[in-house]
């Protein structure tokens, strides 16, 4: 069963660089994520698709603070250069042959 | 450049059925699957279900007893249907483009409520 965990919530300083992690569970090592950031009040931004050996493709406008990286099961989203409209909650999510999976979501804090 | 606009009833009370449309412009709207997702308040996302342009669907099991997707392609179109509403269906429900999700509509505030 393809479950996708990542922790509730993390914190930075303005300007500096934060690695968020999403882990897929065991036998689902190889699957593809993607990043999605929802600023307060405001709907979900597609961020980037994160592949198994670290490929990524953005979205349309994001910066280049934004970056992924894999490792195992383990998927990243870099922010650098953190601004305070980085803040809110980044969702990551999976998906298989008829399934769909989302984590639960990291809160950011940018302090 | 796509865009999804979405819409439907927005105020509902229990039992009732929930419907919701969602247009495609722009793009190919046979090359991907179209999902639809909803955020409870104060909660995560949850994946509904998901529909292509020929008609296959795959639904979140946990509400698929209650969930149909149709997709128009006439139309660039695809719509949800939530049967047997409650409360905890309150949330936004939002669109969605292909298995990243890498457009999103703007999202419809569905509440239920006697």
């Known amino acids: 069963q393809l479950v996708v965990t990542q922790s509730p919530s993390a914190s930075a300083s303005l300007g500096a660089s934060v690695k968020l992690t999403c882990t897929l569970s065991?036998?689902?090592?190889?699957?593809?994520i993607a990043w999605h950031q929802q600023q307060p009040e405001k709907g979900p931004r597609y961020l980037m698709r994160?592949?198994?050996?670290?490929?990524?493709s953005k979205g349309d406008g994001i910066p280049d603070r934004f970056s992924g990286s894999s490792s195992g099961a383990e998927r990243y989203l870099i922010i650098s250069s953190l601004q305070s409209e980085d803040e809110g909650d980044y969702h990551c999510?999976?998906?298989?042959?008829?399934?769909?999976?989302f984590g639960g979501g990291t809160k950011l804090t940018v302090l | 450049q796509v865009q999804l606009q979405q819409w439907g009833a927005g105020l509902l009370k229990p039992s009732e059925t929930l419907s919701l449309t969602c247009a495609v412009y722009?793009?190919?709207?046979?090359?991907?699957?179209w999902n639809w997702i909803r955020q409870p308040p104060g909660k995560g996302l949850e994946w509904i279900g998901e529909?292509?342009?020929?008609?296959?669907?795959n639904y979140n099991p946990s509400l698929k007893s209650r969930v149909t997707i149709s997709v128009d392609t006439s139309k660039n179109q695809f719509s949800l249907r939530l049967s047997s509403l409650t409360a905890a269906d309150t949330g936004v429900y939002y669109c969605?483009?292909?298995?990243?999700?890498?457009?999103w509509g703007q999202g419809t505030l569905v509440t239920v409520s006697s």
């Open positions: 969605a483009r292909g298995r990243g999700y890498d457009c």
């Open positions: 722009g793009g190919s709207f046979n090359d991907y699957y």
């Open positions: 529909i292509n342009h020929s008609g296959n669907t």
């Open positions: 065991s036998g689902h090592s190889t699957y593809a």
């Open positions: 994160l592949n198994s050996d670290g490929s990524h």
């Open positions: 999510q999976s998906w298989g042959t008829d399934i769909q999976v």
